[in-house]
């Protein structure tokens, strides 16, 4: 099996989660583009999505998925969405789509934060993949030097602005040892949006996709 078809397979496994009636949270990237597109098989179950970023809510429009605006919904009752890693805990490195603002305010509105991956994204340490940071422009050197006191190695994502208008700093040779408190840490900085940890809210469920089928973690 392909990474994409294991990607399409938890996508599809996903469509449990989505509650009758109900306003949910749809992430970015190609793992939820693929639960879009299943979505779209019981748009009519739904009363609308809000989106995490501005292609998803172009691809949600196409499908014609009713888009949202997050101010005008009390609550959500899941949010779907992809990850570039999760360890055991749940505790997921995001942002490779460069979403990762909208993502972490989308996941924290919602009941239950589902996270859909292939099984190459589960691994026992975080850090491996890039860890993405959106950074106000001014900060950016500032930050980058913060991250090198860190024993990170920032890497500038150059040619891209965030929906946000903002950029990101794609920081390799970290090992995350302690996810949260790497995160409250980042978090304190001026100038930092958002850390691409999503740790103190980690995923509630994680459908992985595998040779086997889909395996289920929470
Ligand atoms: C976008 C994200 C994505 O969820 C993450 O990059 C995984 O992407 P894909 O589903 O394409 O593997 O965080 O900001």
């Given at each position: 099996m392909t990474q994409d078809e294991m990607k399409k397979m938890v996508a599809e496994a996903a469509l449990d989660y989505v509650e009758a009636g109900t306003v949910i949270g749809i992430g970015t990237g190609s793992t939820a583009n693929h639960?879009?597109?299943?979505?779209?098989t019981i748009k009519h179950k739904i009363d609308g999505a809000v989106a995490s970023s501005n292609a998803s809510a172009k691809r949600l429009k196409d499908h014609g998925i009713p888009v949202l605006d997050l101010?005008?919904?009390?609550?959500?009752?899941?949010?779907?969405?992809?990850?570039?890693?999760?360890?055991?805990?749940?505790?997921?490195?995001k942002g490779g789509g460069g979403a990762l603002t909208r993502e972490k305010i989308v996941a924290a509105c919602s009941h239950k934060f589902v996270c859909i991956a292939d099984g190459s994204k589960?691994?026992?340490?975080?850090?491996?993949?890039?860890?993405?940071?959106?950074?106000?422009?001014?900060?950016?050197?500032?930050?980058?030097?913060?991250?090198v006191k860190r024993g990170g190695?920032?890497?500038?994502?150059?040619?891209?602005?965030?929906?946000?208008?903002?950029?990101?700093?794609?920081?390799?040779?970290?090992?995350?040892?302690?996810p949260v408190k790497l995160e409250q840490?980042?978090?304190?900085?001026?100038g930092i949006v958002t850390v691409g940890l999503f740790a103190i809210r980690p995923?509630?469920?994680?459908?992985?996709?595998?040779?086997?089928?889909?395996?289920?973690?929470t």
């Open positions: 639960f879009i597109d299943s979505l779209a101010n005008s919904v009390s609550e959500l009752s899941v949010y779907v969405d992809g990850a570039d890693e999760s360890n055991h805990y749940l505790h997921l490195i589960l691994v026992d340490v975080l850090g491996k993949f890039p860890l993405p940071i959106e950074v106000i422009p001014m900060a950016r050197s500032m930050i980058a030097r913060e991250l190695q920032p890497v500038y994502r150059e040619g891209f602005t965030t929906d946000n208008g903002n950029v990101i700093l794609d920081v390799h040779n970290l090992e995350i040892m302690e840490e980042l978090n304190n900085l001026p995923a509630d469920v994680l459908l992985l996709g595998t040779e086997d089928g889909v395996r289920t973690l």
